[in-house]
C-alpha cells in the first residue's frame, strides 16, 4: 500500500524500458467506439511509450535491451538520441548457453568497470512484486563467450554484481550470500545459516520489501575490500497463509508477514572482509563481522516501541573514503519511524558512530536520494520535512551542517543532483502547485550559509514533468502530460533546450481531440475543518446545471498520496469519462487532508488517527457538492481501492456517511488496520498497544451496524491478495451480516492486490459501471455501449 511522495536520486538509473504499444496510425483515420472493452480489454487508446533504457556516463547515450521480431532472442542495444543512431552492442542471436543447450534471453545486465566483461541476467521468476531470482551469465565482450556464474542446479541466483576489477561475482541463493571467483570458476559460500522461517543474507522478508521497497541487500565497497550485507531473523514473526482454491484440493501459501503491534524480524548489517577470505573453505564467520546498531536483540521486549527504540535499518551504503577509509552508512530507526539516525559503520572494528539525527513530532518517510554523496568527496545531501516541508540540506561528510540547498512553503518530489562543475542542483517540486510537478535548478554554495538560493524554472508547460536525467546531468528526458494530454517525451540539454522529440503519441492525441470526451476541471471543495481541498470535476459534456446529476466520487486519500493531479489519468480517467457520458453521472476526486503536496502539517492530520480526518473531508465534501442545485443529493457515491477501498468504507459508515451517501464500491479495503503491516501501519498510527482507541475509531468494522437501508455496498477482494489480506473483507462481511445489512460481494479467486490478468479488468469494471447504473442511476443511459 506504500503510495508516498517519492524522493529518488536519477543519477545511474533507468530510463524507461517499456516497448511501444501498437501504432495508432489507424486511429487518426477513425475515431474507435468509447467502450468499457475499448477501455479495458485493448490499447486503442493506450499511449505509446517511448522506448527508452539505461543511461550511458556521458552525453544523450542510453543502451536497452531489444527483443528481436520471431525469435527469443534479445539484443543489447545503444542508442544517441540525439542523432537517432542505434548501434548493436551483443548479437542475441549469439548467446547460446551451453548449460541449458539453448539461446538465452537477456533480461537485465552490468558492465564491469572496464567494459570488458557484461553480467546477463535470464530465465527470471517474480518474487512478490519484482523478478528478482533468476540465472546470471558472463559475457566476455572480447572473446564473445558465455559463462554461467553457477550452476543451475543449486538454485536460483540473486543480485548478482562484479567487484570492482570484475575478477569475482558475488550473488544471494537461498537466503545465503556468495561469491565467484571468475578465474578459477571457485565458489565459496559467505554465510551458511540462511534457511527458511528464520535467517535470510543479502535479501529482505516481506514487510522490509513492501515498505521500505529494499530488494538487493549487499553491495561491494568501492576499492573491493568488503562486502556489506543485511540479515534478518524472521524466526519470532508469525507466519500467514494464502488459500487457493482453484485446485481439487485447497493449496496454501505461506510467508512471514508482522502484524501491526507484532514482532518483527530482527535486523542487523554484516560486513565480508574479502581480503582475509579463504576461498578455499565454505563458510567463514571469522571474516565477517556485524556492526553495533543495537538492532539485533531478542531479549528486547517487542511489545512497545519505548522498549525498542532501534528497531530498523532502512537503507545501507557505502561512504567515500573519510579519512582514508571507505564506511558503511546506514539509516537506523525507532519502532515509531519519527527518529533516524545517519549511521557510519567502520569495517575495521565494526564500531558504529552516529554523524546526523533527525527527530519529528510524527513520522520520517524514507526513500532512495534522501542521502546522496557528492563527488567532490568532502559533502552529502540530506532531504528532510523539518522545516514544514521536504526540502534539500548540504552537510559536510563528517555531519556538520552547512546550510539548506532549497527553502520555501513548498515541496522537492524529486532530487536529481548536483552538477559540481556549474555548482547547480536539479530538483522537481511543487514551487508551481501542488497538482503540477516542474522541474528547477538552483545555485548551491558549498560553504556555511543561512538561506537557500531562489531556484530558476526550467521546464515551461503547465502539468505533469516526470525528468530523467543523464548520468552527467548534462541532459534530460522529460516525460509530460497534462489531463487532456496524452503523454509525450522530449530530450532537453539541461537549461531546458529541446534538442528532439522522441515520441509525440500526436496520433493519439488526435484521437482523444476528435472523440471529444468531458474534460476534468480543477477547483477546491471546503474539508471538514474548511480546509479548502483540491478536486476535479467530471461532468457530461451536455451538462445542465438545472438537471439534477448522481455523483461518484473517486477517493483513495492514504499518507501523501495525490489523486487530484494535472496529469494523464490513463484507463481510470477514461472510465470515468466514459461514466459521465454514457450514464451523465458527474465523477469528482478530493484529496482530503493526510494526502501530499501540501507541506508536512497538511499530510500530518490523520496520525494516530487513520480514517477519521480525512472520511471526515470526503463527508463535508460531499455534502458541499449536494449543496449544489446540479447535485441529486439522493444519488451521491463514493469509490476506491486499496486506502481508497477502507476510504470508501469508512466515509459511508462513520459520522454523517450514512446520510450522505448512497452506495459505495469498496475493492480491497483495509478494514481494521490491527489486519495490516507493522511498517505501514505503525508509521502513522503507532502499535494497538500504545493506540488502542485509535485503532478503534479507524476500524470500518466497528461501524458495519451503521450503514444505512438506504445504502447500497459492493465489495471486492482478490482472495491471493498478500498486501490487503483477503481477511479484511471476510471479516467485514462477517460484521455486515452480524448487523443484518445487505450488501453484494465479488471475489476473484488466486488473484492478488492489483486484481488483473486475462479478463479480469474487463469483468471487474464491467460489474463497477452495472453498480453504478443500478445504484446511482434513475433514468436510460444515454451512450448504450456497455461491451
Same mark, same amino acid.
Given at each position: 500500500?506504500?503510495q508516498?511522495?517519492t524522493?529518488a536520486?536519477?543519477l545511474?538509473?533507468?530510463?524507461?524500458?517499456?516497448f511501444?504499444?501498437?501504432s495508432?496510425?489507424?486511429q487518426a483515420?477513425?475515431?474507435?467506439?468509447?467502450?468499457?472493452r475499448?477501455?479495458?480489454a485493448?490499447?486503442?487508446?493506450?499511449?505509446?511509450?517511448?522506448?527508452?533504457g539505461?543511461w550511458?556516463?556521458e552525453?544523450?547515450?542510453?543502451?536497452?535491451?531489444?527483443?528481436?521480431?520471431?525469435s527469443d532472442?534479445t539484443h543489447?542495444?545503444r542508442?544517441?538520441?540525439e542523432?537517432d543512431?542505434?548501434?548493436?552492442?551483443?548479437d542475441g542471436t549469439t548467446l547460446?548457453?551451453?548449460?541449458?543447450?539453448?539461446?538465452i534471453q537477456i533480461?537485465g545486465?552490468?558492465?564491469s568497470?572496464?567494459?570488458?566483461k557484461?553480467?546477463l541476467?535470464?530465465?527470471?521468476?517474480?518474487?512478490?512484486?519484482q523478478n528478482?531470482?533468476?540465472?546470471?551469465?558472463?559475457?566476455?565482450t572480447e572473446t564473445?563467450?558465455l559463462?554461467?556464474?553457477?550452476?543451475?542446479e543449486?538454485?536460483?541466483?540473486?543480485?548478482a554484481?562484479f567487484?570492482?576489477d570484475?575478477?569475482?561475482?558475488?550473488?544471494?541463493?537461498?537466503?545465503?550470500?556468495?561469491?565467484?571467483?571468475l578465474?578459477t570458476?571457485?565458489?565459496?559460500?559467505l554465510?551458511?545459516?540462511g534457511?527458511?522461517?528464520?535467517?535470510?543474507n543479502?535479501t529482505?522478508?516481506?514487510?522490509?520489501?513492501?515498505e521500505?521497497g529494499?530488494?538487493d541487500?549487499?553491495s561491494?565497497s568501492p576499492?573491493g575490500?568488503?562486502?556489506?550485507?543485511?540479515?534478518?531473523?524472521e524466526?519470532d514473526?508469525?507466519?500467514f497463509?494464502?488459500?487457493?482454491?482453484r485446485?481439487?484440493?485447497p493449496?496454501?501459501e505461506?510467508f512471514?508477514?508482522p502484524?501491526?503491534?507484532e514482532v518483527?524480524?530482527?535486523?542487523?548489517v554484516g560486513?565480508?572482509?574479502?581480503t582475509?577470505?579463504?576461498?578455499?573453505?565454505?563458510g567463514?564467520?571469522?571474516?565477517?563481522?556485524?556492526?553495533?546498531?543495537e538492532?539485533?536483540?531478542p531479549?528486547?521486549?517487542?511489545e512497545t516501541?519505548?522498549?525498542d527504540?532501534?528497531?530498523?535499518?532502512s537503507r545501507?551504503?557505502w561512504t567515500?573514503?573519510?579519512?582514508?577509509?571507505h564506511?558503511?552508512w546506514?539509516?537506523?530507526?525507532?519502532?515509531g519511524?519519527?527518529?533516524?539516525?545517519?549511521?557510519?559503520g567502520?569495517p575495521?572494528?565494526a564500531s558504529a558512530?552516529t554523524?546526523l539525527?533527525?527527530?519529528?513530532?510524527?513520522y520520517?518517510d524514507?526513500?532512495?536520494?534522501?542521502?546522496?554523496?557528492l563527488d567532490?568527496g568532502?559533502?552529502?545531501?540530506?532531504?528532510?520535512?523539518?522545516?514544514?516541508?521536504n526540502?534539500?540540506h548540504?552537510?559536510?561528510?563528517?555531519?556538520?551542517y552547512?546550510g539548506?540547498?532549497?527553502?520555501?512553503?513548498?515541496?522537492?518530489?524529486?532530487?536529481?543532483?548536483?552538477?559540481?562543475g556549474?555548482?547547480?542542483?536539479?530538483?522537481t517540486?511543487t514551487?508551481?502547485?501542488?497538482?503540477?510537478?516542474?522541474?528547477?535548478?538552483v545555485?548551491?554554495?558549498?560553504?556555511?550559509?543561512?538561506?537557500?538560493m531562489?531556484p530558476?524554472?526550467?521546464?515551461?508547460e503547465?502539468?505533469?514533468?516526470?525528468?530523467?536525467?543523464s548520468?552527467?546531468?548534462s541532459?534530460?528526458?522529460?516525460?509530460?502530460?497534462?489531463a487532456?494530454?496524452?503523454?509525450?517525451? @522530449? /530530450?532537453h540539454? =539541461? *537549461?531546458? #533546450?529541446?534538442?528532439? %522529440?522522441?515520441?509525440?503519441?500526436d496520433?493519439?492525441? $488526435?484521437?482523444?481531440e476528435?472523440?471529444?470526451?468531458?474534460?476534468p476541471s480543477?477547483t @477546491? /471543495?471546503?474539508g =471538514? *475543518?474548511? #480546509?479548502?481541498?483540491n %478536486?476535479?470535476i467530471?461532468k457530461?459534456?451536455?451538462f $445542465?446545471?438545472n438537471?439534477?446529476?448522481?455523483?461518484?466520487?473517486y477517493v483513495?486519500?492514504?499518507?501523501?498520496a495525490?489523486?487530484?493531479t494535472?496529469q494523464w489519468?490513463?484507463?481510470?480517467?477514461?472510465?470515468?469519462?466514459?461514466?459521465?457520458?454514457?450514464?451523465?453521472?458527474v465523477?469528482?476526486?478530493v484529496?482530503?487532508?493526510?494526502t501530499?503536496?501540501?507541506?508536512k502539517?497538511?499530510?500530518d492530520?490523520?496520525y494516530?488517527n487513520?480514517?477519521?480526518?480525512?472520511?471526515?473531508d470526503q463527508?463535508?465534501a460531499a455534502?458541499s457538492l449536494?449543496?449544489?442545485?446540479w447535485?441529486?443529493a439522493?444519488?451521491?457515491g463514493?469509490w476506491g481501492?486499496?486506502y481508497?477501498?477502507?476510504?470508501?468504507?469508512?466515509?459511508?459508515?462513520?459520522?454523517?456517511?450514512?446520510?450522505?451517501?448512497?452506495a459505495?464500491l469498496?475493492?480491497?479495503p483495509?478494514?481494521?488496520?490491527?489486519?495490516?503491516?507493522t511498517i505501514y501501519?505503525?508509521?502513522?498510527?503507532?502499535?494497538?498497544q500504545?493506540?488502542?482507541?485509535?485503532?478503534?475509531?479507524?476500524a470500518?468494522l466497528?461501524y458495519?451496524?451503521q450503514?444505512?437501508e438506504t445504502?447500497d455496498?459492493?465489495?471486492?477482494h482478490?482472495d491471493?491478495?498478500?498486501?490487503?489480506?483477503?481477511q479484511?473483507?471476510?471479516q467485514?462481511?462477517?460484521?455486515?451480516?452480524?448487523?443484518?445489512?445487505q450488501f453484494q460481494f465479488?471475489?476473484y479467486?488466486?488473484?492478488?492486490?492489483?486484481?488483473?490478468?486475462g479478463n479480469?479488468?474487463?469483468?471487474?469494471?464491467?460489474?463497477?459501471?452495472?453498480?453504478?447504473e443500478?445504484?446511482l442511476?434513475?433514468?436510460?443511459?444515454?451512450i448504450?455501449?456497455t461491451?
Amino acid at each position: 500500500m506504500s503510495q508516498l511522495r517519492t524522493v529518488a536520486v536519477v543519477l545511474a538509473l533507468f530510463v524507461w524500458t517499456t516497448f511501444p504499444s501498437a501504432s495508432h496510425a489507424q486511429q487518426a483515420e477513425s475515431v474507435p467506439d468509447f467502450t468499457l472493452r475499448t477501455i479495458h480489454a485493448s490499447n486503442e487508446l493506450s499511449p505509446d511509450r517511448f522506448q527508452g533504457g539505461r543511461w550511458a556516463d556521458e552525453g544523450p547515450v542510453v543502451t536497452y535491451i531489444e527483443p528481436v521480431s520471431d525469435s527469443d532472442a534479445t539484443h543489447l542495444m545503444r542508442f544517441n538520441l540525439e542523432t537517432d543512431e542505434r548501434t548493436r552492442i551483443i548479437d542475441g542471436t549469439t548467446l547460446q548457453a551451453d548449460d541449458v543447450d539453448r539461446l538465452i534471453q537477456i533480461e537485465g545486465y552490468e558492465y564491469s568497470r572496464d567494459g570488458s566483461k557484461v553480467l546477463l541476467y535470464t530465465d527470471s521468476k517474480r518474487v512478490w512484486r519484482q523478478n528478482t531470482k533468476g540465472f546470471y551469465y558472463v559475457y566476455d565482450t572480447e572473446t564473445e563467450e558465455l559463462t554461467p556464474i553457477a550452476d543451475r542446479e543449486d538454485g536460483y541466483q540473486m543480485f548478482a554484481k562484479f567487484n570492482p576489477d570484475a575478477t569475482k561475482v558475488a550473488f544471494v541463493r537461498k537466503r545465503d550470500l556468495f561469491v565467484v571467483d571468475l578465474g578459477t570458476g571457485n565458489e565459496t559460500a559467505l554465510t551458511t545459516d540462511g534457511a527458511d522461517g528464520s535467517i535470510i543474507n543479502g535479501t529482505f522478508d516481506w514487510v522490509y520489501e513492501e515498505e521500505f521497497g529494499l530488494r538487493d541487500g549487499f553491495s561491494w565497497s568501492p576499492d573491493g575490500a568488503y562486502i556489506s550485507f543485511y540479515k534478518l531473523d524472521e524466526s519470532d514473526t508469525r507466519e500467514f497463509a494464502m488459500t487457493d482454491f482453484r485446485t481439487r484440493y485447497p493449496e496454501y501459501e505461506r510467508f512471514r508477514y508482522p502484524k501491526a503491534g507484532e514482532v518483527n524480524s530482527e535486523i542487523k548489517v554484516g560486513v565480508v572482509d574479502m581480503t582475509a577470505l579463504d576461498t578455499t573453505q565454505t563458510g567463514q564467520p571469522d571474516a565477517i563481522q556485524y556492526f553495533e546498531t543495537e538492532t539485533w536483540d531478542p531479549e528486547l521486549d517487542k511489545e512497545t516501541e519505548a522498549s525498542d527504540p532501534t528497531e530498523y535499518i532502512s537503507r545501507m551504503g557505502w561512504t567515500p573514503k573519510i579519512d582514508g577509509k571507505h564506511r558503511v552508512w546506514m539509516f537506523r530507526m525507532n519502532r515509531g519511524q519519527n527518529r533516524l539516525d545517519v549511521l557510519y559503520g567502520n569495517p575495521d572494528d565494526a564500531s558504529a558512530e552516529t554523524v546526523l539525527q533527525e527527530n519529528l513530532d510524527t513520522y520520517i518517510d524514507v526513500e532512495d536520494g534522501k542521502l546522496q554523496f557528492l563527488d567532490d568527496g568532502k559533502h552529502f545531501v540530506y532531504l528532510s520535512e523539518r522545516t514544514g516541508y521536504n526540502h534539500i540540506h548540504l552537510y559536510k561528510n563528517d555531519g556538520t551542517y552547512l546550510g539548506p540547498i532549497t527553502d520555501g512553503e513548498w515541496e522537492v518530489t524529486t532530487f536529481h543532483g548536483i552538477d559540481e562543475g556549474s555548482l547547480q542542483a536539479y530538483f522537481t517540486s511543487t514551487k508551481a502547485g501542488s497538482i503540477e510537478r516542474q522541474l528547477y535548478r538552483v545555485g548551491v554554495s558549498m560553504g556555511k550559509h543561512e538561506a537557500a538560493m531562489e531556484p530558476e524554472r526550467v521546464s515551461e508547460e503547465s502539468g505533469w514533468h516526470s525528468i530523467n536525467m543523464s548520468n552527467d546531468l548534462s541532459y534530460y528526458i522529460d516525460q509530460y502530460s497534462n489531463a487532456t494530454t496524452p503523454p509525450a517525451w @522530449t /530530450l532537453h540539454e =539541461a *537549461d531546458g #533546450t529541446l534538442v528532439t %522529440t522522441l515520441e509525440s503519441n500526436d496520433s493519439l492525441r $488526435n484521437t482523444i481531440e476528435s472523440m471529444e470526451l468531458p474534460a476534468p476541471s480543477f477547483t @477546491t /471543495l471546503p474539508g =471538514a *475543518d474548511e #480546509t479548502p481541498l483540491n %478536486t476535479y470535476i467530471i461532468k457530461p459534456n451536455d451538462f $445542465n446545471e438545472n438537471r439534477p446529476h448522481a455523483v461518484l466520487m473517486y477517493v483513495y486519500g492514504g499518507p501523501g498520496a495525490q489523486t487530484v493531479t494535472n496529469q494523464w489519468g490513463g484507463r481510470r480517467m477514461m472510465w470515468f469519462q466514459y461514466l459521465a457520458e454514457t450514464y451523465n453521472v458527474v465523477v469528482v476526486s478530493v484529496d482530503n487532508r493526510g494526502t501530499g503536496g501540501r507541506g508536512k502539517a497538511f499530510q500530518d492530520v490523520p496520525y494516530r488517527n487513520l480514517g477519521t480526518p480525512e472520511s471526515a473531508d470526503q463527508i463535508a465534501a460531499a455534502q458541499s457538492l449536494a449543496d449544489s442545485s446540479w447535485v441529486d443529493a439522493d444519488r451521491v457515491g463514493i469509490w476506491g481501492w486499496s486506502y481508497g477501498g477502507y476510504m470508501t468504507l469508512m466515509s459511508m459508515l462513520s459520522g454523517e456517511g450514512p446520510s450522505t451517501f448512497s452506495a459505495g464500491l469498496s475493492v480491497a479495503p483495509v478494514t481494521d488496520w490491527r489486519f495490516y503491516d507493522t511498517i505501514y501501519t505503525e508509521r502513522y498510527m503507532s502499535t494497538p498497544q500504545n493506540n488502542e482507541a485509535g485503532y478503534d475509531r479507524g476500524a470500518p468494522l466497528d461501524y458495519a451496524d451503521q450503514m444505512a437501508e438506504t445504502q447500497d455496498l459492493l465489495l471486492v477482494h482478490g482472495d491471493f491478495d498478500d498486501n490487503v489480506h483477503f481477511q479484511n473483507s471476510m471479516q467485514m462481511a462477517d460484521a455486515l451480516q452480524e448487523a443484518n445489512k445487505q450488501f453484494q460481494f465479488m471475489v476473484y479467486p488466486g488473484r492478488n492486490h492489483g486484481i488483473y490478468g486475462g479478463n479480469t479488468r474487463l469483468h471487474l469494471f464491467t460489474m463497477l459501471t452495472d453498480f453504478v447504473e443500478e445504484s446511482l442511476v434513475e433514468e436510460e443511459p444515454m451512450i448504450g455501449a456497455t461491451e
